[in-house]
């Protein structure tokens, strides 16, 4: 198809959308009931709880080089079929990646990257003189069908507790293993490790790669590479990431029937968890959220929570008197 006038002869002709709909449906049967993808849906509703080690294994028997390839061959013959196909599985990509989502529930995701190392080697070249190393906080798993002059380095912090204080830990990064990546091979890496892929131009992977969003470490940290000392912390995963959001749109939408909820919140295992929700709550109510930021200041485990909650007192007592008083 040439141009625009190609495209809309397809796109409305009678048989277009039957066609395009008939083709998704034989390709979701085939990927479900041929290829065993709603028994691995079934398996993984029914056990919700599984460990990291569970799910790599359950994965790693699963997720075969024969699968990938039919699943490959059958987004072939479906995009031959009909240029508009719309894929079972949801695409990714990145800098030096693309891909697609094989499998995703709230425990992991699990995907299939195709890596190139030219790609790899000039995001790094676009980092300029400033790089950082970020530790994502959850297990990892990595299993290669293809690999061609692909080095992988890992890198590991020591562990932590969410009470712990990053202010006085003066946490640093060391060097981990380097492996030489090869077909077949597979690897595993805990929540206190990160890797970087050191590929060169020529080289290239293919790789079912796991990750996890349960467990592992309670922040993901990041490093500047030459110094190897913490830049930056943020939640490691999707829960405590979408708590927070809830408690901003509580206070976006004015929602004062929600304070019960957000003074749930502030019981989370989770600081990042308890003070976003402390700072939403003061916006929403700051009468009623006031006991809670001083019980905060005196009793939150977490040193980063209790200074922060300080701060923040130290402030509003010289705006609202009237409220620090009572």
Not at 36 to 45: E, V
Not at 161 to 181: A, P, S
Not at 188 to 200: C, D, I, M, R, T
Not at 277 to 286: H, S
Request: some cysteine.
């Amino acid at each position: 198809m040439k141009n625009l006038k190609d495209i809309m002869a397809v796109v409305t002709a009678p048989e277009f959308r039957p066609g395009l709909l008939e083709d998704n449906k034989r390709s979701v049967s085939y990927y479900n009931d041929y290829l065993g993808f709603g028994d691995l849906k079934r398996i993984l509703a029914a056990n919700e709880d599984m460990t990291p080690a569970e799910v790599f294994r359950l994965c790693d028997v699963f997720f075969t080089e024969d699968r990938i390839q039919s699943v490959v061959a059958e987004e072939q013959r479906c995009a031959d079929r009909n240029p508009f196909y719309g894929s079972s599985f949801q695409p990714i990509g990145g800098e030096f990646f693309g891909g697609m989502v094989l499998a995703s529930t709230d425990q992991f995701t699990a995907m299939l990257l195709a890596l190139d190392g030219f790609e790899i080697d000039l995001a790094k070249q676009r980092y300029g003189e400033r790089r950082t190393l970020t530790f994502g906080g959850q297990e990892t798993y990595l299993k290669f069908f293809r690999a061609h002059e692909f080095p992988l380095q890992s890198w590991k912090i020591p562990t932590f507790g969410d009470d712990d204080d990053l202010h006085t830990l003066d946490l640093r990064f060391e060097e981990g293993d380097r492996f030489d990546c090869k077909a077949g091979e597979s690897l595993h890496f805990k929540a206190n490790e990160s890797f970087e892929y050191s590929a060169k131009a020529g080289s290239h992977a293919l790789v079912l790669q796991i990750q996890m969003y349960r467990g592992g470490m309670p922040m993901a940290l990041e490093f500047d590479f030459d110094t190897r000392r913490m830049v930056g912390a943020s939640s490691p995963a999707q829960e405590p990431t979408r708590l927070q959001m809830l408690a901003t749109a509580m206070r976006l939408f004015g929602r004062q029937d929600s304070c019960d909820q957000l003074e749930r919140l502030l019981e989370h295992p989770s600081h990042y968890v308890r003070w976003h929700t402390m700072r939403e709550y003061l916006g929403l109510n700051l009468e009623r959220a006031w006991p809670h930021l001083e019980r905060m200041r005196d009793q939150d485990p977490q040193a980063a929570v209790r200074r922060a909650a300080q701060r923040t007192i130290e402030m509003l007592s010289e705006e609202m008197p009237a409220i620090a008083a009572e």
